[in-house]
């Protein structure tokens, strides 16, 4: 179990590196909204950020037995396990203002993924850039605690 605990800490640092480079770009772009090929970049690391967030999640799920089965619900799913604390298994990963703009993240992801136009609505991609920048400064501070969680496990079960 050790062995994977490391490898879960392993990954998750990789995905937060990825993510840190993911807003970095998005950063560049987030107040150019008023250009058409602009938006269209915005929206799409908006889709990017949570995918590696998604990502994330998935690994530390596989770990604690937390599979979601549902095909047509698992991205809601996951996200919601993700921000529960289970006693005795694991605490969340995510805190509740964190999860409130991850679904807001995931519900345009859900969009994107599956809209087949070349223009987002302007008043809604601000809606959703608000919350992608609301969740930047929380994510290193609720991961950074599973994180410490994770070395404490890791320790005990040696």
Not at 9 to 31: K, S
Not at 92 to 98: A, I, N
């Amino acid at each position: 179990m050790n062995e994977q605990i490391r490898l879960l800490q392993t990954e998750i640092r990789a995905d937060l590196e990825a993510i840190a480079q993911a807003y970095d770009a998005l950063n560049q772009l987030a107040d150019r909204l008023d250009e058409p090929e602009v938006t269209i970049a915005v929206a799409y690391y908006m889709h990017v950020i949570y995918g590696l967030f998604e990502n994330l999640f998935r690994r530390a799920a596989v770990l604690f037995g937390n599979h979601v089965v549902d095909r047509d619900q698992w991205h809601t799913q996951l996200l919601r396990r993700v921000a529960l604390d289970v006693p005795g298994v694991r605490p969340p990963l995510v805190s509740p203002e964190l999860y409130e703009s991850l679904d807001e993240l995931r519900r345009f992801r859900h969009l994107f993924r599956t809209a087949y136009v070349l223009s987002f609505d302007p008043d809604r991609l601000t809606i959703v850039l608000k919350h992608a920048r609301r969740i930047e400064p929380l994510y290193a501070r609720d991961i950074g605690r599973f994180l410490e969680f994770l070395d404490v496990l890791a320790e005990t079960s040696v």
